[in-house]
């Protein structure tokens, strides 16, 4: 597509219940990321990908949180067991490998907006 | 990976020019500077990228002196629509990306 998509763009749900959350990046972007960002705060890294290589878990903040991503492409974001301090919005986004100069440059989904009660 | 600090907020006002410094003391040989736009209610976009000296686009310009371990966002005449936060980021390419708390820039009429 276009542009990075995300779904769902708002998602309730009750505190202990499972979440997922879908982001399907622009299309040839091997990189992918996920970020959090709580009301009015800053983005807090998640995870990241990059082709085929092991990804980037180091900003997972617990092992409630996991992600994958399927043939390089859509991603899913799982948060097990929901507690009402994971409300956020949860943003995706791809980027393109840098070439010979640069580094990265990410484009943004709208994001998927997570309240837990 | 470099740390990042910048102001937490400016004020501005509309007509003015705008300059974001962000430090980057440990800057790595092979890392870029790139700044990123934030509105209320969506995600960052790009908004200029450089390594050294100075890089100019249709939005802003980016100042970035030789010891690379500051970087100053400028943006010429600032309007309403240009309230936002503004992240700065140091990373090498191909690499994860992390964001620092941003500078929250409000522009007065």
């Known amino acids: 597509g276009a542009g990075v998509s995300q779904s769902p763009s708002n998602k309730v749900t009750e505190k202990g219940k499972d979440v997922e959350l879908r982001c399907d990046p622009i299309?040839?972007?091997?990189?992918l990321y996920w970020y959090r960002q709580s009301l009015g705060q800053g983005l807090e890294f998640l995870i990241y990908f990059q082709g085929n290589s092991a990804p980037d878990k180091s900003g997972l903040p617990s092992d409630r949180f996991s992600a994958e991503r399927t043939g390089g492409s859509v991603s899913t974001l799982t948060i097990q067991r929901t507690q009402q301090e994971d409300s956020a919005v949860y943003l995706c986004?791809?980027?393109?490998?840098?070439?010979?100069?640069?580094?990265?440059?990410?484009?943004f989904g709208a994001g998927s907006r997570l309240t837990v009660l | 990976l470099a740390k990042t600090t910048q102001p937490i907020s400016m004020d501005s006002y509309e007509g003015q020019e705008v300059n974001i410094t962000c430090s980057h003391n440990n800057i790595a040989t092979n890392d870029y500077i790139t700044w990123y736009q934030q509105f209320p209610s969506q995600g960052p976009r790009f908004i200029i990228q450089?390594?050294?000296t100075k890089v100019t686009n249709e939005v802003a310009s980016l100042f970035i002196p030789a010891d690379r371990k500051s970087s100053t966002l400028s943006l010429p005449r600032v309007s309403l629509s240009d309230t936002a936060v503004y992240y700065c980021?140091?990373?090498?390419?191909?690499?994860?990306?992390?964001f620092g708390a941003g500078t929250r820039l409000t522009v007065k009429p």
């Open positions: 450089g390594y050294k």
């Open positions: 986004a791809s980027s393109s490998v840098a070439g010979s100069s640069g580094a990265n440059v990410l484009t």
């Open positions: 299309s040839g972007h091997t990189a």
């Open positions: 980021l140091v990373g090498e390419k191909n690499n994860d990306m992390r």
